[in-house]
């Protein structure tokens, strides 16, 4: 039995999908009742808060492997360890980590940087998946000023990026839930080329028709838009910092794990905007 928690989300809707896929018996956590009742035919939904551990334990039951995925919020280390203690006291089960590229350099995966050193000192056979950006954050995130004033806005410069595709990482994910020999491995995973917000604009108004712009901002004035728009302080911060990273060149590097692992190229940015052109 394979756990799969936060279901709901982008990566472990995505995990879900292609774990049913090849036939993997799993159970996946839900925050929501609704969300829960409404899950895929062929898995077993149940309700969990990491804040909750009465509500952990019965999704611990008799499972072998656990895909975890935490929110990206500030006491994220804090939920996963209330998880992850509820784990070590149900057994040995193997944890399949979603962490970041960037360990320390930035405020988002510093603080999945902390609960993977908790996960490091439990004990329990653990591994780590460290994806860059996803390419997806388009669409999540910057769909909406695209359709709305066919432009997207940011504070990265020309920082290119090895964005990655969600598909890639769930599909990686799956194979180290489903094979041995992953046990104390960390797999840095990005796309397989690397890009600018300017080529990302010229890439998506080749699609849409018509031009699409990036518009770079001084941090400030970006913090000033995600604020604006309801991003919580401590979110926004790490959004900036993170187009800081960027900005500077440290999350352009490119890995072949998605290759090796997955046994075919990682999904090209212009594959990922054909498929998702319905958002822009
Ligand atoms: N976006 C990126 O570019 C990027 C890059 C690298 C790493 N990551 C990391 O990837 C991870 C997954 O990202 P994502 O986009 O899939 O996030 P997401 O869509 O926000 O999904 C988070 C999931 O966690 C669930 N959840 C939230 N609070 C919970 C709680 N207290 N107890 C139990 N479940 C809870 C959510 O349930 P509800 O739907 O009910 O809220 C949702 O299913 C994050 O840790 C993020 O930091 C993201």
């Known amino acids: 039995m394979i756990l799969i928690t ?19 018996n799993i159970r996946a956590t839900f925050q929501s009742p609704d969300i829960a009742a409404k899950a895929p035919a062929g898995l077993e939904g149940v309700v969990m808060d990491y804040a909750k551990p009465d509500t952990i334990r019965p999704a611990l039951r008799g499972v072998e492997k656990i895909f975890l995925v935490g929110p990206p919020v500030w006491d994220l280390p804090a939920l996963e360890a209330n998880f992850i203690k509820e784990v070590r006291a149900a057994g040995r089960p193997h944890v399949v ?35 860059n950006g996803f390419m997806q954050n388009l669409v999540n995130y910057n769909a909406g000023t695209i359709r709305s004033q066919n432009a997207f806005y940011g504070c ?22 489903a094979a041995t020999g992953h046990e104390g491995k960390s797999y840095t995973l990005t796309g397989g080329e690397t890009l600018t ?84």
């Open 156 to 177: 990265q410069g020309n920082g290119a990026v090895s964005l990655v595709d969600i598909r890639d990482l769930a599909a990686v994910a799956v194979i180290v839930l």
């Open 97 to 131: 980590k979603i962490s970041a590229l960037g360990g320390r350099e930035s405020m988002f995966p510093s603080r999945h940087r902390d609960s993977e050193e908790n996960i490091e000192a439990s004990g329990l056979p653990y591994t780590f998946l460290r994806p």
């Open 6 to 24: 936060g279901a709901s989300g982008n990566v472990g809707r995505e995990v879900v999908k292609q774990a049913l896929a090849v036939g993997l």
């Open 197 to 280: 917000n300017g080529h990302i604009a010229e890439k998506l108004s080749g699609i849409a028709g018509h031009k699409i712009s990036y518009v770079d901002l001084p941090p400030t004035e970006f913090k000033r838009v995600l604020l604006s728009a309801g991003t919580p302080e401590w979110s926004a911060d790490a959004l900036v910092d993170l187009q800081r990273l960027y900005r500077e060149g440290k999350a352009s590097m490119v890995t072949d794990n998605v290759e090796r692992l997955a046994g075919r190229k990682p999904i090209t940015f212009d594959q990922f905007a054909r498929d998702y052109a319905f958002a822009w």
